[in-house]
């Protein structure tokens, strides 16, 4: 039980004073995660859109591969980009692994799929009398879709908001290839894992305490973004 | 939508504002979860800095590893404790300009009530004790540094455990093997910085041997070979080894103490 009310006085010591290595540990873990979640949106919103909008032969594989895809380990993501950035690999003369651009690409990879998957279910979701309805009213196909894309807006944020939540608080990724170099790629759970492993328990799990706060902040969003929806 | 793209922006505009802070002088390390756990490298990196100007970069992980990124290019410099390996390391055109630079020390723990009755023993005497009585043993069994030694003294004493089901491979850090070892009662070959840290109250364990020169555990630093590796700094990676084997260094190394116990022991050109 000592851990625990350790961690907790040690969380808030932590948060009080700006402990420099927590802050910058926040810093990586925020920055990477965004831009993993920007550039998996980008591509991720569209694609799952149009998988679900539309139909075509060879969808219900690609929406199966894509579903497949949500139980991708997130070692061996971190190992198949390891391989490919690494400097004998393929991409080796960027000089990406060890740095967070490296970590970004792997957890993009591990948010794309969440993304697309996602997106597509929440317009498969909708009333299919909706689009019909839309057509008989005289709406061009542009304006179905438009519309259609505007009727799905708040499952949009919600399904973004979650895979900000798988992605900030995996650590196979952002260890591998991050290597949780201090003041750099050490991001919450990547210090998490080290503290442990020094046996600095308390540590440990003041820094787990603060990485729940952000989740918490993120999952209050999706509350609202939920209650706005109105569902 | 808007607080998910305002954090977005938020978010993008800190990363262009991180992106020119690194400096240009820095070297890339790889190095051993030993020397990251402990504590030490914290303790001499800002002196390091201070004295050299280079920002060292280190990525912790098991020795094999270490190894592995160097020779894949994604490290300048090592810093590791497996002899053996990084002397083949060196003849394979992997590594140069290896250097000896400290020790610690490795000790057997094992269950307060000993079991296997292996208190006192020799290093090998140990060893064979604990085969024949088939006890439980925990082994890194990850390729680290401390596996590989651990690996070395069953093969010395032509002991070959691997298959024997009281033989435990926890494929985990040092720290997680103590745990394993202590849930069940096992003995395992452990660095002492990180027993020390293990070490409280409630802890079943203990030290079994200690002191035998079969558990020295020597630590060297390397460079990656340039000729293979042509992005090497090798400049600032000579500047790096220059700085372990200098007097004031190694002076530096002897005073780090965790729990009021020195950790490493300079043995640098010896």
């Known amino acids: 039980m000592g851990y625990f009310a350790d961690g907790f006085s040690q969380a808030a010591d932590l948060l009080l004073h700006m402990d420099d290595a927590t802050m910058s540990a926040i810093e990586a873990t925020l920055v990477s995660t965004s831009w993993a979640l920007a550039i998996a949106a980008l591509l991720g919103l569209p694609l799952g859109f149009v998988l679900g909008y539309t139909n075509f032969p060879g969808k219900r594989a690609l929406r199966l591969i894509s579903d497949t895809l949500l139980a991708f380990p997130t070692v061996l993501i971190g190992l198949l980009v390891y391989v490919l950035i690494t400097a004998r690999g393929p991409l080796g003369s960027f000089g990406l692994l060890f740095t967070l651009p490296g970590m970004v690409i792997g957890q993009t990879i591990l948010a794309l799929p969440i993304i697309v998957s996602w997106t597509a279910q929440a317009v498969e979701n909708l009333d299919a009398r909706c689009r019909q309805t839309l057509l008989t009213l005289g709406a061009s196909r542009t304006q179905t879709a438009l519309l259609t894309l505007c009727e799905i807006r708040y499952d949009l944020g919600m399904v973004c908001v979650q895979a900000f939540g798988r992605v900030v608080t995996e650590v196979g990724v952002a260890m591998m290839l991050g290597g949780n170099i201090r003041y750099s790629t050490r991001t919450m759970t990547t210090a998490i894992s080290l503290e442990t492993s020094k046996g600095e328990f308390a540590q440990g799990i003041a820094l787990g305490l603060v990485l729940l706060l952000i989740a918490f902040v993120v999952n209050a969003l999706l509350t609202w973004l939920k209650r706005k929806g109105g569902k | ?270």
């Open chain 2, 1 to 270: 939508m808007n607080i998910v793209s305002k954090t977005l922006l938020g978010a993008t505009c800190a990363l262009a504002l991180a992106l020119p802070c690194q400096a240009a002088d820095t070297l890339m390390m790889a190095t051993t979860t030993s020397t990251q756990d402990s504590g030490l490298l914290e303790f001499l990196e800002p002196t390091f800095r201070q004295e050299t100007g280079i920002e060292l970069k280190w990525v912790a992980v098991g020795t094999g590893k270490a190894l592995e990124i160097a020779k894949n290019c994604d490290a300048d410099v090592l810093l590791v404790h497996a002899p053996a390996v990084e002397k083949k390391f060196v003849a394979d055109g992997y590594g140069i300009d290896r250097r000896q630079i400290m020790y610690n020390d490795f000790v057997i723990v094992g269950p307060k009530k000993d079991p296997a009755k292996v208190k006192g023993k020799s290093t090998s005497a140990a060893l064979k004790t604990i085969y024949d009585a088939k006890a439980v043993f925990v082994s890194r069994g990850d390729k680290s540094g401390t596996h590989n030694a651990e690996k070395k003294l069953w093969a010395a004493n032509n002991l070959s455990p691997d298959k024997e089901a009281f033989y435990v491979s926890a494929g985990q850090g040092m720290m997680a093997t103590l745990a394993i070892a202590a849930e069940k009662g096992g003995y395992t070959l452990t660095d002492r910085a990180t027993w020390i840290k293990f070490d409280n109250k409630n802890n079943p364990l203990t030290i079994v041997v200690e002191g035998d020169k079969a558990l020295f555990n020597q630590y060297s630093v390397m460079t990656t070979n340039p000729a293979q590796c042509p992005k090497v700094k090798k400049d600032l990676a000579k500047k790096f080894e220059d700085w372990w084997v200098k007097p004031s260094t190694q002076k530096r190394i002897s005073e780090y103490t965790l729990e009021g116990k020195q950790l490493f022991f300079p043995n640098a050109g010896k």
